[in-house]
């Protein structure tokens, strides 16, 4: 099978999947092509890596649209189709250069199969008419869905897609995590942690920055606190600003966005990561954060939360005193710290490059037979 696949870029969390997946195509005398609308996505730090699928990227023109999103509208999508002929094609995304592709599969009668991380509140959050009119024709003509989660899933359903047509792929870590199995590993489980509260992500208001720092706040004025570690901070001098100004500058430590590499040996020092997010489509960070084992609260507005968390894990990102007081509850109780460890490890298990690339295959392949099956 010849597996083209339409996206912005390759992320870290997916580049090990793509290449496992490019490895089963070559097996069975196929192949896997990726082509990107956007050579790089700002507000990160993501080195470039050998893969081993054929990567296309397409020129165009870029539209910032504030954070880390952009409109791209790009050149050479027709002709870079037609080089590699595909047998599947995937689309990640609902961006102009995905429904141009899908039209163009259509008229060369090739299944495609929808790939989408969000759900129906990272949707809400960019709504606009002309993405309404483009996602309602592109799930009407598609032949297959890739959901992340379980909120995925069901915003698919809610367009009318049977349910036996959606393959649920987890998205996997951002880099290989640590083997939490290690004799070394295990006696970071509570103690060994100096980081009480980490911060590991953009620090900007749509990504709650501001309710974990009140959240800290409130609990060193309790006493539960003695170590707060930030990483990803945009502009280092702004953050101390903030962490100053809320009396937090004795215990904390501020770090610059780092690459993905980087992370496990803080994330692995961390007895809790907060992620208060007003919107997040999936979640990667809090992924990755459990796979060093530390604890995970995260809002109700984080796509993979419902999935990979109780609901007393869950919280409002509006809401400071419900995250201080489920905070000092767990600093205060390492037995019970250590049990929600476990519980949200078990949650993680499918989220793997391995099985990642064995949901998209599954997807690509079901699509091409309901498209045989159709004709």
Known sequence: MKIALLTNLVAPYRRAAFNALAARAKSVAGSCHVICTDPNETQHIWPTKPVQFHCHPLPGIRVPLGENRRLSFNFGLTRTLLRITPNVLILSGFGPTMWRAQNWAKQHYIPTVLYFDGWHGSDSAYDNIARRFVRRAMIKQADGFIAAGTRGKQWFEAFGVPANHITIAPIPTSFTPPNTDLPDFDQRRFAQRPYDLLWCGRTTTPKGFETFLHTARMLKSQGALRKVGIVGALEPSTVAQQVAALGLSDITDIHPLLPPDQLPEFL????????????????????????????????TEVGCAVDVMAPAEIHSPD?????????????????????????????????????????????????????????
Request: aromatic share 6%; glycine share 4%; proline share 3%.
């Open 268 to 299: 692995t020092r961390a007895k809790l990561c907060l992620f208060p997010s007003h919107n997040d489509a999936y979640g990667v960070a809090v992924i990755d954060a459990i796979a060093c084992g530390a604890i995970v609260l995260a809002s």
């Open 319 to 375: 809401a400071p005193a419900d995250w201080a007081t489920a905070c000092q509850k767990l600093l205060n109780d390492p037995d019970n710290w250590n049990q929600i460890r476990r519980a949200q490890s078990a949650k993680i298990t499918d989220n793997t490059a391995a099985h990642h690339a064995a949901a998209i295959w599954q997807a690509a392949d079901m699509a091409r037979h309901r498209i045989g099956n159709a004709a």
